[in-house]
């Protein structure tokens, strides 16, 4: 009640100034109930309870080590493929039976695709076995992983057997306090938090919502508080976050967190919250442009390619002076990396990233990781000015799942040649930190027993696994390759492709080109 209190003064302000007549309380209060009635029809049908299991007991996977590829059950077909299993086993499995929740886990989640696709914190599936989407109206299908990516804690579910009628949530044009333009969402922005989660004794037939507000946006959390390598790796170490008030259950991940017209403005998630009882703060993913571009990748079932700029930022404060005041310093700039082909050089300070201004490292990661690889950005320095940047890939080891892959040539997937710039990098290879990686694609993966690892066999005395730490492919066919979508178009539908391969850890003035025919 106190928040529609709140909301009072500024429906008054809003009535008098189109009618010029002061309206009662009491129409003020039902006029934010019709508000909040209307954004709970509008986005009720889209807020799922998505069911999780971790446990053993399944059979093997339908599609093997595929990642992901987690299938459905079938309890009946269970016993009768394990004559010895007790009836109970099986339905204690079956989790498209609400009565087995509380033996696993549970989550929320929204629907983002009306083919059946379910947005869910990366967290919430992590290490499933199966998973289940209980959806409103007693819908409900087994789903996939059909792409997630660790770093951004972000997965889309496919569902299996999606029900007709789905109806997608719709996204709102979040900016945040810290973009150039005007904010949509800043503290004290009311918001309706929305769960379709599990309570004993009770079904799963609509959502449950809760009125509050945005009570901060935070910049960062700055849970890793050490290196930048290990801030690079997650995005609740440098990315913005929504703090709010809306309670319902306490803590839960994948619910909505609305605008007052039913468009979703964040995702909830317990993964930053310490351990704090009721008072740990609540948290919500903010959906802003950024994410939803990376909502998008994970939809096609793409991998979430995070961008790189190729920059080294000092550790410390006094390990580099600013040479601008409100900029990140930039201690040394890699060699033919993104950075330096725009023409910024060494102890150059970064002021603005599109326009919006860049005070911290964590925020220079926010924008640069949700621009993504291969993708153009233009950066304000102290030094060169504003300059254009096409990103490379930032290698970070988090996992990811990635169901539209694309096909193997004969047996070899390849990269960003920024991957293995960055390996060079964290080796401390020095003819690679003095000369850079030249324009062209490291190795990814080579299939064993493939006519790529024959190949490869033949030139290279190390490893499979540690290929992909050495060779740079930079033509195929004759046909120069920068980026894997250039290297796959040259070699789609080719018979036999010829690729030309250096080594850059070699010295540039020794380099030898060799030449590998595949098959």
Known sequence: MRYAALALPLLLTASVALTGQEPTSGELLRAVERQLQAAHAGAGPSVACVVVSRSDQYP??????????????????????????????????????????????????????????????????????????????????????????????????????????????????????????????????????????????????????????????????????????????????????????????????????????????????????????????????????????????????????????????????????????????????????????????????????????????????????GALAGSKVTITTAQAGEVTVTLGKLQHGQPFIASARPAAVFGLRVDHGSMLAQLAQNNANPQILSEGVPPGVTIQEVAADSPAAAAFKKIDDQKLSDVSKRWLITHVNGAAVATPREFYAAAKDQKSVKLTLIDPTEARAARKAREVTLP
């Not at 999606?162 to 333009?181: E, S």
């Not at 410390?316 to 040479?323: E, H, Q, R, V």
Request: glycine share 10%; with cysteine.
């Open 60 to 369: 093997a996977k339908p599609g093997g080590d595929t990642p992901g590829r987690l299938g459905g059950f079938d309890p009946k077909q269970y016993l009768k493929d394990n004559p010895q299993a007790k009836p109970a086993v099986a339905n204690a499995l079956d989790l498209s039976d609400v009565r087995t929740i509380s033996d696993h886990g549970f989550a929320c989640g929204v629907v983002v695709d009306e083919k059946g696709l379910i947005l869910t914190p990366y967290h919430v599936v992590d290490g499933a076995t199966k998973v289940y989407v209980h959806l409103p109206g007693h819908a409900g299908s087994y789903a996939d992983i059909h792409a997630a990516d660790a770093r951004t804690d972000l997965a889309v579910l496919r569902l299996l057997d999606p029900p007709p009628g789905l109806r997608a949530i719709k996204f709102a044009d979040v900016k945040l306090p810290t973009d150039r333009a005007r904010p949509t969402v800043a503290p004290g922005k009311l918001a309706v938090l929305m769960a379709n989660a599990f309570v004993p004794g009770v079904r799963l037939n609509r959502p449950s919502a809760a009125l509050g507000s945005v009570t901060n946006v935070h910049s960062s959390l700055n849970l890793a508080g050490g290196k930048e390598v290990q801030r690079s790796t997650s995005y609740y170490y440098y990315g913005p976050l929504l703090e709010h008030d809306a309670k319902l259950n306490a803590g839960i991940s994948g619910a909505a967190l609305l605008n007052l017209d039913g468009e979703l403005i964040g995702l909830t998630t317990t993964a930053p919250v310490l351990s704090q009882g009721e008072k740990a703060p609540d948290y919500a993913l903010p959906m802003d442009d950024r994410l939803q571009r990376i909502v998008a990748v994970l939809c096609r079932g793409e991998e979430v390619e995070a961008g790189y700029l190729g920059v080294q930022i000092p550790n410390g404060p006094d390990a580099l002076p600013n040479m601008a005041p409100n900029g990140v310093a930039i201690s040394w700039v890699l060699p033919l990396g993104p950075l330096a082909l725009a023409g910024v050089r060494d102890r150059d300070t970064i002021t603005h990233i599109n326009g919006a201004r860049i005070r911290r490292y964590e925020e220079l990661l926010t924008h640069i990781s």
